[in-house]
């Protein structure tokens, strides 16, 4: 019986430490992480010129996030994996088709 019983407490705590582990859905709904696309500062300029004549805004860095992943400053504040732009590039949103900075 008592080891019937240390096996049912053991599987216990392993069924719910990996459950524990599993996937919230409701966190970020419709916001999933999207590779960033750099653009060239001519480009940007050319095609998606700063807003009111001045600079690009920078995205926002939640020290919770992945390393490399940065909030759009453009509504609907998407996540953008900026890993492989270099820090101070410039990046697309490309559901807003608006430029910003990664800092």
């Known amino acids: 019986m008592k080891l019937i019983a240390a096996v049912v ?3 216990f705590a392993i069924g719910t430490t990996l459950y524990a582990q599993g996937v919230d859905s409701r966190i970020n709904q419709g916001h999933r992480v999207i590779e960033a696309t750099a653009i060239t500062k001519a480009d940007a300029e050319k ?8 600079t690009y805004p920078k995205a926002d860095r ?3 996030d992945a390393s490399g992943v940065v909030t759009s400053p453009y509504p609907p504040y998407q996540k953008y994996d900026c890993s492989k732009v270099n820090h ?5 949103d490309v559901r807003v088709k608006h430029v910003f900075v990664y800092p």
Not at 88 to 92: N, R
């Open 62 to 64: 939640n020290p919770h």
């Open 47 to 54: 095609k998606y010129p700063p807003p009111n004549g001045s």
């Open 9 to 11: 407490a053991g599987l």
């Open 88 to 92: 101070g590039g410039l990046v697309l």
